[in-house]
């Protein structure tokens, strides 16, 4: 893993008694367990936490006591463990939608018939049923028409002031993604938009999808994004709509980006001996 959600509520509770040199070691054995996805051997917790002095030992002990339990040769995590299952199915998930084409759609289509929009509550009237109810001769007038012309000027009028109000109110009603309004900013940002930039109603219908996952976590997850791309990911998703419908793919896509660029850093090149 190349990132991970910490929770400072969680964090400072748990970790309140700790000194600073207590809080480095853990953070650093925190930071190596999730990088390699294993628990810590025991005989190289010390050089995992750079616990060189005999202070620095002494603090590291009392942090693996505390926080870790040793097993077969090796310091547990219980909170970690729990993360990494939860992370490993959705990298499952990710890709088994990937090899099928992408995540399904959740929601049915609209159907344009029921949706279509009725002017002044009037309903649609089918001709041929109306044909077939209409005599076949025509029928005498016996009494004027019960609207004059200026009523029908009036309700013209109406009809015009209906269509104009309809109009407005849907231009001032800028369509929402379904993230909560800091995601919503981090997308923008990460899309370069401008902050008055409006969202297509295919992006806001693709955003439900990813409605269900906490905001720590859809932060983190752009905050991966943004990062893969600043240095150098090409195959990231430039379309919000394809982004949401493919968002824990491109989890896993960006982890192994970034994952490979950091194995590839590491690598010492081999010298030629004699």
């Given amino acids: 893993m190349n990132y991970y959600s910490h929770h400072l509520g969680d964090y400072a509770k748990d970790t309140g008694q700790l000194s600073a040199t207590e809080h480095g070691i853990y953070r650093l054995l925190m930071d190596a367990y999730y990088s390699t996805e294993e628990p810590i051997p025991q005989d190289e917790a010390y050089r995992t936490c750079r616990a060189m002095a005999d202070f620095e030992k002494a603090a590291a002990d009392y942090v693996l006591k505390k926080y870790f339990i040793l097993r077969d040769g090796r310091y547990y995590h219980k909170r970690v463990e729990a993360e990494l299952v939860k992370m490993r199915e959705i990298r499952n998930r990710s890709k088994e939608n990937g090899r099928k084409g992408g995540r399904p759609s959740k929601e049915p289509r609209p159907n344009p018939e029921e949706t279509q929009r009725v002017i002044s509550g009037i309903p649609r009237v089918n ?8 005599p076949h001769y025509p029928l005498p007038i016996t009494q004027e028409p019960k609207n004059s012309a200026r009523e029908e000027n009036c309700a013209f009028d109406k009809l015009e002031l209906f269509d104009l109000d309809s109009s407005q109110q849907t231009q001032s009603k800028a369509p929402k993604l379904s993230v909560p309004p800091s995601v919503e900013k981090a997308l923008h940002q990460l899309f370069r938009h401008r902050p008055s930039t409006r969202w297509t109603e295919k992006e806001v219908r693709s ?8 905001e720590e976590e859809l932060l983190d997850h752009v905050a991966l994004f943004q ?6 990911w090409e195959y990231y998703r430039r379309n919000a709509e394809t982004l949401f419908n493919n968002w824990e793919s491109e989890i896993t896509k960006a982890e192994d980006f970034l994952n490979q660029l950091a194995a590839s850093k590491t690598q010492r090149p081999a010298f030629a001996t004699a």
């Fill in 227 to 232: 990062e893969a791309r600043d240095k150098g």
């Fill in 127 to 134: 001709p041929e049923e109306t044909q077939s109810q209409s």
């Fill in 207 to 214: 955003s439900r999808g990813i409605k269900h996952i906490p």
